[in-house]
T-cell receptor, first 112, second 109 residues
Framework: DAMVIQNPRYQVTQFGKPVTLSCSQT?????MYWYQQKSSQAPKLLFH???????NEADTPDNFQSRRPNTSFCFLDIRSPGLGDAAMYLC???????????FGPGTRLLVL | GQSLEQPSEVTAVEGAIVQINCTYQ??????LSWYQQHDGGAPTFLSY????GLEETGRFSSFLSRSDSYGYLLLQELQMKDSASYFC??????????FGTGTKLQVIP
């Protein structure tokens, strides 16, 4: 089945230690998104790729970076995680021109 | 700025009908989507309105009024499994999506 896959499902890191979260998709969608979601809050868009074009939200901290080496894969790099970065990180995809987003199961990040 | 406001919590009885409202402020609006999210799960797409009016998908319907910057999700024949958070989201330019504040729906017997 076509899907959005996120690895790992749970990630524990130390304060200040770089961490990378990964997302892959078999839907062949050209748009990929990264969201941060904290408990009882809405998903907050960090950035998205429309094909190879990178779109960073104005309020996304510089501590967050992203890479999309090809259509299928997208990575979220947190260069120096702080305690406030503990959250669920959701990857989503969509086909350009269509509104439906397909979400992966998320990676729950814990910062010690 | 851009914002979407929803009631934080709604409680309804199994078998009943419930309406979840969403009001928005934005410049550049392409349409309103609705997502369901169970605790610990990922959001799943429910419906999308690009034009004014009602869209029906099984037990779920969604309504949009662009002139009033308002939409709602209507859930009929409520089931216990409908207990979840519901988010409206608007699509701006370039596939950018902004989510609303979310409504936690509790269905009681």
């Amino acid at each position: 089945d076509a899907m959005v896959i996120q690895n790992p499902r749970y990630q524990v890191t130390q304060f200040g230690k770089p961490v990378t979260l990964s997302c892959s998709q078999t839907l062949n969608h050209n748009v990929m998104y990264w969201y941060q979601q904290k408990s009882s809050q809405a998903p907050k868009l960090l950035f998205h790729y429309y094909d190879k074009d990178f779109n960073n939200e104005a309020d996304t901290p510089d501590n967050f970076q992203s890479r999309r080496p090809n259509t299928s894969f997208c990575f979220l790099d947190i260069r120096s995680p702080g305690l406030g970065d503990a959250a669920m990180y959701l990857c989503a995809t969509s086909r350009g021109g269509q509104e439906t987003q397909y979400f992966g199961p998320g990676t729950r990040l814990l910062v010690l | 700025g851009q914002s979407l406001e929803q009631p934080s919590e709604v409680t309804a009885v199994e078998g009943a009908i419930v309406q979840i409202n969403c009001t928005y402020q934005t410049s550049g609006f392409y349409g309103l989507s609705w997502y369901q999210q169970h605790d610990g799960g990922a959001p799943t797409f429910l419906s999308y309105n690009a034009l004014d009016g009602l869209e029906e998908t099984g037990r779920f319907s969604s309504f949009l009024s662009r002139s009033d910057s308002y939409g709602y999700l209507l859930l009929q024949e409520l089931q216990m499994k409908d207990s979840a958070s519901y988010f409206c989201a608007f699509s701006g330019g370039y596939q950018k999506v902004t989510f609303g504040t979310g409504t936690k729906l509790q269905v009681i017997p």
